[in-house]
């Protein structure tokens, strides 16, 4: 079992950059492939990156591809999430998620953190 713990939430202008982490107990967070996911206000909650456990591939969603970069390092069971060029639409609650290696392809994954905020202002 792992449990998630994100930061680096806030309140940025369009056009600005974040960076969210995610620190992991256990030891066996290298064996984990990571997501992030984010839930807009009022909407369900979508996908936005995925990273498998040693960082060797990685996936997003169009709507952020090109403007974040997930990234983990295993040696600090913490994962990353690089957020540049932001939007008013990127506002939501994010996540970061835990799960066996067919996660990374199936979306389905078993442990998440509470989220943090982050806000977009135009």
């Known amino acids: 079992q792992v449990q998630l713990v994100e930061s680096g939430g806030g309140l940025v202008q369009a056009g600005g950059s974040l960076r969210l982490s995610c620190a992991a107990s256990g030891r066996t967070f290298s064996s984990y492939a990571m997501g992030w996911f984010r839930q807009p206000p009022g909407k369900e909650r979508e996908f936005v990156a995925g990273?498998?456990?040693?960082?060797?591939?990685?996936n997003y969603a169009r709507s952020v591809k090109g403007r974040f970069t997930i990234s983990r390092d295993n040696a600090k069971n913490t994962l990353y999430l690089q957020m540049s060029s932001l939007k008013p639409e990127d506002t939501a609650v994010y996540y970061c998620?835990?799960?066996?290696?067919?996660?990374?392809?199936?979306?389905?994954?078993?442990?998440w953190g509470q989220g943090t905020q982050v806000t977009v202002s135009s």
């Open positions: 998620a835990a799960g066996g290696g067919r996660a990374y392809y199936t979306g389905d994954y078993d442990y």
């Open positions: 990273i498998t456990w040693s960082g060797g591939a990685t």
